[in-house]
């Protein structure tokens, strides 16, 4: 045998042992033994995934109390294939006008294009969402809370009306991480979740995926990743699963920062509103303990700043806290979120005042982070002296 056939063919064997983690089988083709498991073992080809993906989606449906999962490469491509499952051209979409941005654009422009049609509502207005349930709407798309706003949907409510008349319902539940929320035990048809935030935990990795607990609707979900072509590759999902066995941990010390966090900066003159859904004043307190088991490390508050520059001074004031998209890493970030709010004409945004901060709470000391604020804190206030 030459070297070249024995460098391809020499494998060593560790027969009597395992690891404790899976090994990440970086694979297209899967060598079978005989022509008859070629066509019938499962999965045959990488593309299906193999045993990390097998691994990470029964991580998964025990989090979400789910039967099935679908892995895909992005939090965003999981919310449009869960949508895009669900639809028909000649259907009508309705989507919270909280939604993640991008998967609103999906909805409206995609869609479009897919002869499907797609209207916003308002989240907390749910009676004129009910007057609106015509026959052509197919599916109905949350996300609780909502992006940058933080809503709080009344979805066992949305639930109800929606099976009342066998409108799917998909639940945007990233923020959870499946941890403090599990939508499926709400009714809701299709949880989906960005891996990329909290289950894979330290800023390193996209994913996606959507759980389910129909077996007609993880049909739907299948033949549309199967159609599609639509995998998670093994180290993204090595990723993941290696922060499934760590999140509920993380996620407590994420709450418990993040909740001293917002209480004291709901004692700062600087600071008109803190919101955050575990806090009594928010306006959907009472939803959020009903359906909610806990809280994370994201939530927002209003900044008393008027100009870019005071806004500017206040983050080159913070040395923890760093500027950056994305959320559920180890690390603190904060972002001014104006720039990206798009909402409907008679929401909230048009009445608050104060600029628009996200905030997501890592795993650093919360003392350190408060000091850190307090150092932003400052830096604004001198800045607005100096205006003056
Ligand atoms: C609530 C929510 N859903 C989905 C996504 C999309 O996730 P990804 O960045 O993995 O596409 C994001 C990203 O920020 C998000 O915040």
Redesign the pocket.
């Known amino acids: 045998m030459k070297r070249n056939t024995r460098l391809i063919h020499n494998k060593a064997g560790s027969p009597g042992r395992r690891t404790v983690n899976p090994p990440i089988e970086r694979a297209s083709t899967v060598i079978l033994p005989d022509r008859k498991a070629l066509y019938s073992r499962k999965p045959g080809y990488g593309r299906m995934g193999l045993s990390v993906q097998r691994e990470l989606e029964v991580a998964l449906c025990e989090l979400e109390g789910a039967s099935d999962a679908h892995l895909t490469p992005?939090?965003?491509?999981?919310?449009a294939v869960a949508v895009a499952s669900v639809v028909k051209a000649g259907d009508k979409v309705l989507i919270s006008d909280s939604?993640?941005g991008?998967?609103r654009r999906f909805c409206e422009r995609r869609l479009a294009r897919m002869g499907v049609g797609c209207e916003r509502f308002d989240p907390r207005k749910i009676q004129a969402l009910e007057a609106r349930l015509s026959d052509d709407v197919a599916a109905i798309f949350l996300?609780s809370p909502g992006?940058l706003t933080f809503e709080i949907s009344d979805t066992p409510a949305i639930v109800a009306m929606a099976k009342a008349r066998d409108i799917r319902t998909i639940m945007?539940n990233?923020?959870s991480a499946g941890v403090f929320c599990q939508p499926l035990s709400m009714g809701v048809d299709l949880s989906?979740?960005?891996?990329?935030?909290y289950v894979v935990g330290h800023a390193d990795a996209?994913?996606?995926a959507i759980t389910v607990k129909d077996k007609a609707i993880a049909k739907e979900v299948a033949e549309l990743t199967d159609d599609w072509g639509i995998s998670l590759g093994p180290e993204e999902a090595y990723a993941a699963l290696r922060g499934t066995r760590t999140l509920i941990t993380r996620l407590k010390q994420h709450e418990t920062s993040a909740l001293q966090i917002a209480t004291w900066l709901d004692q700062q003159e600087t600071v008109s509103q803190v919101i955050h859904p575990a806090l009594p004043s928010h306006p959907d307190h009472a939803l959020w303990s009903r359906d909610f088991s806990g809280s994370s490390g994201l939530f927002a508050f209003l900044v008393e700043a008027e100009t870019d520059a005071e806004i500017d001074a206040f983050i080159d004031g913070l040395e923890l806290f760093k500027l950056g998209?994305?959320?559920g890493g180890y690390e603190s970030l904060i972002i001014p979120c104006d720039e990206q709010l798009t909402r409907l004409p008679e929401d909230w945004t048009q009445s608050r005042t104060g600029r628009l901060m996200r905030v997501h709470v890592g795993l650093e000391d919360a003392d350190d982070l408060i000091e850190d604020l307090h150092r932003g804190f400052d830096a604004l206030d001198r800045k607005k002296i100096l205006d003056l």
């Open positions: 992005s939090g965003l491509s999981a919310c939604i993640y991008p998967s996300e992006s945007d990233t923020w989906v979740q960005a891996l990329t935030k996209f994913g996606g998209f994305s959320w």
